[in-house]
């Protein structure tokens, strides 16, 4: 069987052009669209991503300020900051890289986003209005693998899904999206007993665990669609996903590559909701 490579960037660039289109409609009424970028690492891999946020959002013209607390940032410091940022009128978008410093979790500090600025929606607040249905921003990571299964074709209604991982920021809210499609959704975790036996099972397999090759050729049906989420670095400096792709070639239908599949939409989708809170915003 020929594996499709499910890439992300026709549809990546076919976002952002709607976005550039939007973001430069309301810097001519006065103000660009702005996103405020709060870091509290110093890891390399986290360094990267947000110098790519950055040069995405210049390209889209949108203003980014990151705002760098250090390594060593408190709670209470970080929880300051996202809420000046949630009062400050000029700032349409707050975004909370991670990781955070040692013995900080996202739960001690997310709630301090507004949600109406919570654009990577890892609040509880804008978690809770996912599962409830209602109007929030959603995970981009989540919501770029909903998309990408639609552009290319993929139908959700009455499939089963079975999802690999079970974080705040992937997972749970990728099932919510799913079951709003009304697939049916297993969510398989670290303790999942006889993972292949319910991954094998499903039309559709999402890996989002961050843990390399956690899902090879046995996990999988013949003819399944499979969903690599993974970003994990490689030995050689590299980036790979938690997907065995030589393994699933020849056996899935359709194989997101990492990079290049959910990875580009994720980012297109992040400047799209900071151009929809600046909308709302100014409505």
């Excluded at 899904?161 to 799913?178: E, F, M």
Aim: glycine share 10%; aromatic share 2%; with cysteine.
């Amino acid at each position: 069987m020929d594996t499709v490579s499910l890439t992300g960037k026709e549809l990546a660039a076919a976002i952002n052009a709607d976005t550039k289109q939007r973001a430069a409609a309301l810097t001519e009424t006065g103000a660009a669209p702005r996103l405020a970028l709060v870091v509290a690492n110093d890891d390399p891999a986290s360094a990267w991503y947000v110098n790519s946020l950055r040069k995405a959002a210049e390209r889209l013209g949108i203003a980014c300020d990151t705002v760098d607390l250090g390594a060593d940032a408190g709670v209470e410091a970080i929880r300051a900051e996202l809420t000046a940022r949630g009062a400050d009128a000029a700032t349409d978008a707050i975004m909370l890289q991670t990781p955070l410093p040692a013995g900080i979790t996202l739960d001690d500090v997310s709630s301090a986003i507004v949600a109406t600025k919570d654009v990577d929606g890892v609040s509880p607040l804008s978690l809770g209005l996912l599962a409830a249905g209602l109007d929030g921003f959603v995970p981009a990571t989540s919501e770029a693998v909903v998309e990408l299964l639609k552009h290319h074709g993929i139908p959700l209604s009455g499939r089963h899904v079975a999802v690999v991982g079970r974080s705040n920021i992937v997972g749970k809210p990728l099932a919510q999206l799913l079951l709003a499609e009304d697939a049916t959704v297993t969510v398989c975790h670290s303790r999942t007993a006889d993972l292949a036996a319910i991954t094998s099972s499903a039309e559709i397999v999402v890996a989002a665990a961050g843990r390399i090759g956690l899902v090879t050729g046995k996990h999988v049906a013949e003819g399944a669609t499979v969903i690599d989420v993974g970003t994990n670095e490689a030995a050689d400096g590299g980036i790979v996903g938690d997907v065995d792709a030589e393994s699933v070639r020849g056996k899935a239908s359709g194989l997101s590559p990492v990079p290049g599949g959910v990875g580009p939409v994720t980012t297109a989708l992040l400047m799209r909701h900071v151009v929809d809170a600046a909308q709302r915003a100014r409505a």
